[in-house]
């Protein structure tokens, strides 16, 4: 072998080294900086700050008014950036930012249109009127947003396989409707999006689980539930027979109607920070969870009955309705109530003061 040839081999290597330590950094470390220092409470960082009076951003200013959907966690400080979380349970999931992309233009069809889809696959079923959608989660395993707009009214369509939840929110904050994106984070083992704005400062960091921003300039602003369903497609089929199904037609290359995750729905193994040690429940069981006040209550939805079940909590009584088709509506004091459905051990290690319905 010649110096000549040895000296090519030398380069390709060292670039291939370099494009692989590229690629790496895209994939793995490609997310928003967390900030680093010490944390104080909002509040003293407010007085240290005499910035208590006027002012403010839009985001400040919508925490300071007391909007209803604000959050029960104390917030700190750290380097000038609210936070809800402390910031090292904040974790890497691999993916860099937006590298598990959002279907931002989703595209529809009609059931006699399907033929990728069993009765038995599972996904989330949304009505605003007229206008029903499933969204099944063998399309949402791959994108785990879809930014839509239903019935003429906008809809963040969510889905974290590590957690089973799937929750749809009102994306509207402050009278602004923003577009979501995953962050390629994990809180707890739960799926963190990120508002897409101009500008990174306009940017926070929102837990899917919590509904809630948890690090950035909208931290403790809590996005409103749009009540949807956990869903058959056999089953939403048949009370929505004119529903529209999202089509495979995404604009990305996937193996649609194949699961990366495995058997990991019914294992026990849990991880990317979720601390869990509970016999209560199979981690892995299926619930739905509330929040009143500040005050969390878990229900496991194959305990229950098919029917109605009466609850009394946090001072409101409570009633669960299932259907044969396991769809819940929950009421509180005759208004409906929402809620997360999701594995129990992540509503359980996000509310770790939660009660379990017995």
């Known amino acids: 072998m010649n110096n000549s040839f040895k000296i090519k081999i030398l380069v390709l290597a060292i670039l291939t080294l370099g494009v692989g330590w590229l690629a790496l950094d895209r994939f793995y470390f490609g997310q928003r900086k967390l900030p680093k220092g010490d944390s104080v409470p909002l509040e003293e960082f407010i007085e240290q700050n005499n910035k208590n009076a006027g002012g403010g951003s839009d985001a400040q200013n919508t925490l300071r008014n007391g909007s209803d959907f604000q959050t029960s ?12 979380v402390p910031l090292d349970e904040i974790l890497s999931g691999g993916p860099s930012k937006d590298g598990i992309p959002s279907i ?84 707890k083992s739960n799926l963190v999006m990120y508002n897409r704005s101009e500008g990174e400062d306009n940017e926070s960091l929102w837990s899917q689980v919590l509904g809630e921003a948890i690090v950035g300039p909208h931290t403790g602003i809590k996005l409103k539930i749009i009540r949807s369903d956990t869903v058959k497609y ?34 026990s193994q849990v991880g990317f920070g979720a601390d869990f040690n509970d016999d209560q429940l199979h981690p892995k069981a299926y619930v739905v969870g509330i929040e009143i006040n500040g005050q969390f209550k878990a229900y496991n939805v194959e305990s229950l009955k098919v029917g109605t079940t009466n609850d009394s909590f946090a001072n409101k009584e409570i009633i669960i309705t299932k259907s044969g088709k396991d769809e819940i509506s929950i009421i509180a004091n005759s208004d409906e109530l929402p809620f997360i459905g999701g594995f129990w051990f992540s509503w359980l290690v996000a509310h770790p003061k939660t009660e379990l319905f017995q």
């Open 73 to 84: 966690r104390q917030i700190f400080v750290t380097d000038g950036v609210k936070h809800s």
């Open 234 to 267: 056999g089953d939403w089929k048949k009370l929505h027979p004119d529903t529209r199904v999202l089509s495979r037609d995404t604009g990305h290359f996937r193996t649609y109607g194949r699961d990366p995750y495995g058997d990991y729905y019914t294992s």
């Open 104 to 187: 931002d233009n989703p595209k529809f069809i009609s059931p006699n249109e399907v033929d990728y889809l069993t009765d038995e696959d599972v996904g989330q079923g949304l009505c605003n009127g007229d206008d029903c959608r499933f969204y099944p989660y063998q399309i949402l395993v791959w994108h785990e947003i879809v930014n839509d707009t239903v019935g003429g009214k906008p809809a963040l369509v969510t889905y974290c396989p590590l957690c089973f939840t799937g929750i749809v929110f009102d994306p509207v904050v402050g009278g602004k409707h923003f577009d979501f994106g995953t962050s390629g984070r994990l809180w």
